[in-house]
């Protein structure tokens, strides 16, 4: 499984379950478009859908939190 930020790879994972951490602070605050693409046996692409996360500074974070 390959993970993106912004059309960018930023990794992959081999095993199930598949997952990837990051440190929002590695990107510029603001909207971002997430997904993966993982591969099947016989090489077809399976794409996940779009997910668009808002990165916030710290101090945003725990204002909204409460």
Known sequence: MEFYIDETK????????????????????????????GYSADGR?????????NFVSADEGWQAAG
């Open 10 to 37: 930023i990794g992959e994972d081999a095993e199930a379950p598949f997952r990837l951490q990051f440190i929002t602070d590695n990107y510029p605050l603001g909207l971002h478009e997430m997904y993966a693409i």
């Open 45 to 53: 692409e399976y794409r996940s859908r779009v997910v668009t996360a």
